[in-house]
């Protein structure tokens, strides 16, 4: 089947501080990935995708890099602002199916 | 340009109670889905309306039904609420024919049942 696993939270980082948020997949096929970020009281917001192995998804100074050989997509920033302070969710769809995966989602806290 | 809508925003209901929610997709966007996100977990999917028919369904009983319009928009209905229905449901749009069909979601109806 098709499954989303994240590293779990919270996670609480300075201002500035380096981020990964760590992301495996189990799919068939070659799905497409995606990160999306909840901000407290709000609904889900694309943050970066990828839709084929090797591709690389930026936005916001976040990236993700799609790693088929180890079925993972990790979300990485360098230098974190109290402002991206959210959930994060990885997240995968089969390109023949509508059908999005979610993982449980991780929380992040910068503080200043 | 109108992003995907949702309404209401809350909603409280007793155990037993029917609910209908409701969704305007993203302009352009022909194809509607619904989630449930339960507390501190990530959405699941419950099913998913093109051509005003239902199309895939997740692992959801049969309490819960939808519909869409000739206009693209949908509801969702519950029928005999159980207080684990509380959740937050999500619509998301997209649209039918892109490759990897990116879903852009609405900010979502939270729902309470006592």
């Known amino acids: 089947g098709n499954s989303v696993t994240q590293m779990e939270g919270p996670v609480t980082l300075s201002e500035e501080a380096f981020l990964t948020i760590n992301c495996t997949y189990t799919a068939t096929g070659y799905p497409s990935l995606f990160w999306y970020v909840q901000y407290p009281g709000e609904g889900l917001q694309l943050l970066l995708k990828a839709t084929k192995a090797d591709d690389k998804g930026s936005n916001k100074g976040f990236e993700a890099t799609y790693r088929k050989e180890t079925t993972s997509f990790h979300l990485e920033k360098g230098s974190v602002q109290v402002s991206d302070s959210a959930v994060y969710f990885c997240a995968l769809t089969k390109r023949t199916g509508n059908q999005f995966y979610f993982g449980t989602g991780t929380s992040l806290t910068v503080i200043p | 340009d109108a992003g995907v809508t949702q309404s209401p925003t809350h909603l409280i209901k007793t155990r037993g109670q029917q609910v209908t929610l409701r969704c305007s997709p993203k302009s352009g966007h022909d194809t509607v889905s619904w989630y449930q996100q339960a507390l501190g977990q990530g959405p699941q999917f419950i099913f998913q309306y093109y051509e005003e028919e239902e199309r895939q369904r997740g692992n959801f009983p049969d309490r819960f039904s939808g519909h869409q319009f000739p206009n693209y928009s949908s509801e969702l209905n519950v029928n005999a609420l159980l207080l684990g229905d509380s959740a937050l449901y999500l619509c998301?749009?997209?649209?039918?024919?892109?490759?990897?069909?990116?879903?852009?979601f609405g900010p979502g109806t939270r729902l309470t049942v006592l």
């Open positions: 998301a749009s997209s649209l039918r024919d892109r490759d990897y069909n990116e879903q852009f």
